[in-house]
């Protein structure tokens, strides 16, 4: 069965602090994502990486970035937590072929204090 | 860029029943593909059904199925014999072919599902 693993379920870090979010799937696939869900905005992409090392900016990397070392793990770094990044983090994957689906980990929901 | 929108934030349903939840989308692409995703409270994200645009037939998954009508760029998916367990948000999403194979997902904001025994 396909899995994502998303290192915390829940997290509270106090504002400054850096804060990783880890991400780890096991079905092989190429591409990764990292979202952000807020009621009422729905999913909004934060980065996106296709291949080891490579990245791509979402519609609203500011205050973040990632780090894809190897292919089944993609990391989120917040490098100075403030309180509007409080939110629930999605990690997702798919495979690198057209029209494939994503997959999705439970979900990390942060809160900065 | 593409856009995707469901006009119902929340919607509510009798068990045994049907209802149809609403999605349009804007895109100057001819090809693409449409999910629907379920999130259940508290619970992971999955998929529900899949259309590829180049496909007119209608795609179905046991109770669920759309209505993909590609010149009005309207994809509604229709829940037939509703359960309590089909409680949830729904998000419908875009994904465009252009990028051979890495394309993000375009989300709208969801759709909150009720239903009612």
């Known amino acids: 069965d396909v899995k994502v693993t998303q290192s915390s379920r829940y997290l509270v870090k106090r504002t400054g602090e850096k804060v990783f979010l880890e991400c780890v799937q096991d079905?092989?696939?190429?591409?990764m994502f990292w979202y952000r869900q807020d009621p009422g905005l729905g999913l909004r992409l934060i980065y996106f990486?296709?291949?080891?090392?490579?990245?791509e900016k979402g519609d609203i990397p500011e205050g973040y970035s990632v780090s894809r070392e190897k292919k089944e793990r993609f990391s989120l770094i917040l490098e100075s937590a403030s309180t509007n990044q409080t939110s629930m983090y999605l990690c997702a994957s798919s495979l690198f072929v057209p029209g494939s689906s994503q997959h999705f980990g439970d979900g990390t929901r942060l809160s900065i204090l | 860029a593409q856009t995707v929108t469901q006009s119902q934030p929340e919607m509510s349903v009798q068990e045994a029943e049907t209802v149809t939840l609403s999605c349009t989308y804007d895109t100057s692409e001819s090809d693409y593909y449409l999910f629907w995703y379920k999130q259940p409270p508290s619970r992971q994200m999955i998929l529900v059904i899949r259309q590829e645009a180049y496909k007119q037939q209608n795609a179905t998954e046991n109770r669920f199925s759309v209505n993909f009508q590609k010149a009005a760029k309207s994809f509604s998916l229709k829940i037939s014999d509703s359960q309590l367990g089909d409680a949830a948000m729904y998000f419908c999403?875009?994904?465009?072919?252009?990028?051979?194979?890495?394309?993000?997902?375009?989300f709208g904001k969801g759709t909150k599902l009720t239903v009612n025994p």
């Open positions: 079905m092989d696939h190429e591409n």
């Open positions: 990486s296709y291949d080891v090392k490579m990245k």
């Open positions: 999403a875009y994904r465009s072919v252009t990028q051979g194979g890495s394309e993000k997902l375009v």
